[in-house]
């Protein structure tokens, strides 16, 4: 591993991306100061001390008062010098858009709608949800909804494959096979960057740092990770090919799921890497199985799925549970706290066995499946599974079912951490409650 602090790659940040950057410190700072506040506040409670402040007391209260106030007008004459004279740089829509939805941006302030229509069909789509809303992108187009419904950015791609991921507060959309990848908040685009080789996967950990899996002349794979301002930390250098490289939940580890050639057969190889360290953390080889997907379970645990058995390591490389698969994997899902596996039920025709893991590999429950199943996502407690007729909600450690009616064809699931989630076709995104 390379460590590459600051070195920049034909990458852009733009001015509203270093403005984003600018209020997100400043406001990371005022947050500091206010868990100060309610820390001392607690502790004064709890020795049932005088509440009047001391004068080193008032001096904080006065700085965090001041730090509000400045950055208040300090947004309110950015916003103002944008629409007077950066016409080129933000667009009059997303302005609008950025007053109307910045109360509720991250919240339920209103109903959701009954669906959300593109303005039309995107080739090569892929979705991802975004601050309770979603994030659709197309070859052209990407756009970007609140909870509420309303698009708060829609700009321009240019992408002949675009996938896309987030963070709690960005969007990364990158064009796979090619060489550029952007990063958005709610409403502006805020980096671009251009490589010298092609890119094949990025994932997002929810603080917004990221990596890019790619190559270079001397290696096969090249995983460069980011942090949340854009700035490249490091390069990992394989001469593996790199089936998938994610992101922990905490943002600190990265995981690399490679497949290398070793006396003739392919060995699957899940090396970690933690953010900060020269050297990795742990390197296991799974030999005479081909890898499917990697993926964080927890903060400390991390799940391989190969073709024949699932594997779930610590970050030392500790086997944790390794589970063989009774039939032909035909679908599954990883999250955050577990992951789900949709096999061939061979005594039933046209049946399917869910089986659902926590994050030890531990296997949780079963559920016998008639129909013809097309996606399968996991979230929180619940599996939801998409039928050509209808959609279910079933509760993975209860087992309780609860049903909608849906026949859309070609539909792909986003699950909220609510309990609802998303059906996404070609030109329409239908809310789906269970409730």
């Keep these: 591993m390379r460590s590459l602090k600051g ?9 509203l991306g270093r403005i984003f950057l600018f209020f997100k410190s400043l406001f990371e700072r005022i947050k500091d100061l206010q868990l100060f506040r309610k820390i001392v506040d607690h502790e004064k409670a ?9 004068p080193a007391e008032a001096k904080i209260s006065f700085v965090l008062g001041m730090s509000r106030l400045f950055a208040i007008v300090l947004l309110v004459v950015f916003l103002i010098t944008v629409i007077v004279f950066g016409g080129k740089t933000i667009a ?42 979603l994030a659709v992108a197309g070859d052209s187009e990407i756009k970007l909804f609140t909870s509420t419904g309303r698009a708060t950015m829609v700009g321009g791609t240019n992408y002949t494959n675009p996938k896309i ?17 952007t990063v958005y908040n709610s409403f502006v685009s805020l980096h671009t960057e251009t ?3 092609p890119i094949s996967s990025a994932d997002m950990a929810p603080d917004g740092s990221f990596c890019i899996v790619t190559r270079s002349d001397e290696y096969g794979s090249v995983v460069r990770i980011y942090d949340n301002k854009f700035r490249l930390e490091a390069e990992i250098l394989k001469n593996d090919y790199v089936i998938s490289a994610k992101m922990s939940p905490d943002g600190r580890c990265v995981s690399v799921l490679s497949l290398k050639a070793s006396e003739g057969e392919g060995v699957t190889v899940l090396s970690v890497i933690e953010r900060g360290k020269t050297r990795e953390r742990s390197s296991v080889e799974i030999k005479g199985a081909m890898p499917y997907d990697a993926s964080f379970v927890a903060g400390n645990r991390v799940a391989v799925i190969c073709s ?9 490389g500790n086997l ?17 706290g577990g992951f789900a596996l949709l096999f061939a039920d061979n005594d039933v025709n046209a049946g399917y066995l869910l089986k659902v893991f926590g994050e030890n590999g531990n296997l949780i429950n079963t559920f016998k499946l008639a129909g013809q199943v097309s996606d399968v996502e996991l979230s929180g407690n619940y599996a939801y599974v998409l039928f050509d007729t209808e959609i279910r909600r079933i509760d993975v450690l209860f087992g ?22 998303m059906a996404c076709t070609d030109t329409v995104a239908y809310y789906i409650s269970f409730n």
């Design 7 to 15: 070195e920049r790659k034909n990458s852009e940040i733009s001015f």
């Design 46 to 54: 709890v020795a049932g001390a005088d509440t009047k402040d001391s």
């Design 92 to 133: 009059y829509d997303n302005v609008y858009y950025m007053f109307r939805d910045i109360a509720y941006i991250n919240s339920f302030t209103e109903s959701r709608p009954a669906s959300l229509n593109y303005s039309r069909p995107f080739e090569n789509q892929d979705f991802t949800t975004f601050k309770n809303g």
């Design 165 to 181: 991921c987030s963070s709690d507060s960005t969007v990364l959309l990158y064009d796979q096979g090619r060489l550029s990848f």
């Design 195 to 197: 490589l010298d080789y």
């Design 308 to 316: 024949d058995a699932s594997y779930v390591y610590d970050l030392n």
């Design 320 to 336: 944790q549970q390794r589970y063989d698969f009774p039939s032909r994997l035909i679908n599954m899902s990883v999250s955050d």
């Design 400 to 421: 309780t079912i609860s049903s909608v009616d849906f026949s859309e064809e070609g539909a792909i699931l986003m699950p909220f951490s609510d309990g609802s989630l």
